[in-house]
C-alpha cells in the first residue's frame, strides 16, 4: 500500500479561486520574504494546472465541433481578461 492516499484533483474553478487569493494576499505586503516565495511557487503551480486544464478544454471542444464531414471547424477563443476591483 501507499504511504499517502493521494489528495483528489482540484477543479479548475477551485485552483483559480486559490490562486486569486494567493494573489491577494501577495498583494497586501504583509508577508516576509519566505512566504511570499512559498505562495509565488504554489501560485506558479496553479496557473500551470489552470493553463493545462484550459488546453484540454479547447483541444476537446474542438473535437465536439467538428463539421458533418467530419472536417474540424476553426473557432477563435475570446479571452477575457478582468482587472481587480
Known amino acids: ?9 482540484p477543479t479548475f474553478e477551485d485552483a483559480l479561486g486559490k490562486l ?3 494573489l491577494e494576499t501577495m498583494e497586501s505586503g504583509d508577508l516576509p520574504l519566505e512566504q511570499l516565495l512559498t505562495r509565488y511557487e504554489e501560485g506558479t503551480r496553479l496557473v500551470k494546472f489552470c493553463q493545462d486544464k484550459l488546453s484540454a478544454a479547447e483541444i476537446r471542444i474542438r473535437q465536439l465541433e467538428q463539421g458533418a464531414e467530419g472536417e474540424p471547424q476553426e473557432h477563435t477563443f475570446d479571452v477575457v481578461k478582468t482587472t481587480p476591483a
Not at 500500500?1 to 484533483?9: D, I, N, V, Y
Open 20 to 22: 486569486e487569493s494567493i
Open 1 to 9: 500500500m501507499s504511504k499517502a492516499a493521494k489528495a483528489p484533483e
